[in-house]
Nanobody, 127 residues
Framework: EVQLVESGGGLVQAGGSLRLSCAAS????????IGWFRQVPGKEREGVSC????????YYADSVKGRITISRDNAKKTVYLQMNSLKPEDTAVYYC????????????????????WGQGTQVTVSS
């Protein structure tokens, strides 16, 4: 059974930090790029960041560059999203997602190629 289990969301003040984790199981970790989308009510899901597990290549949305770092632990089959200098506009439900590594791009991150989704975790940044 494929699972992406997220943890680490919560409430934080503006300027604070959170670290999200996504533990993967049920598929070949190294064959995928794993990352995070976020969504607020009434808007489309936005690609935030992803990492290709085979070689560590990364993608970051312009809105988070310099504030967010994605990393992975291949032995634990877990991907981490370290979020610093959080802003109220970062408030959203964050979804972990797995995309086949062949569809990875360093220039965009699209829902169209996602094979597996996590259940989502709420991140709320207060002003």
């Amino acid at each position: 059974e494929v699972q992406l289990v997220e943890s680490g969301g919560g409430l934080v003040q503006a300027g604070g930090s959170l670290r999200l984790s996504c533990a993967a199981s049920g598929f070949i970790f190294d064959d995928y790029a794993i990352g995070w989308f976020r969504q607020v009510p009434g808007k489309e899901r936005e690609g935030v960041s992803c990492i290709r597990n085979s070689d560590g290549s990364t993608y970051y949305a312009d809105s988070v560059k310099g504030r967010i770092t994605i990393s992975r632990d291949n032995a634990k089959k877990t991907v981490y999203l370290q979020m610093n200098s959080l802003k109220p506009e970062d408030t959203a439900v964050y979804y972990c997602a797995a995309t086949p590594g062949t569809f990875y791009s360093g220039y965009y991150y699209s829902v169209a190629y996602v094979h597996y989704w996590g259940q989502g975790t709420q991140v709320t940044v207060s002003s």
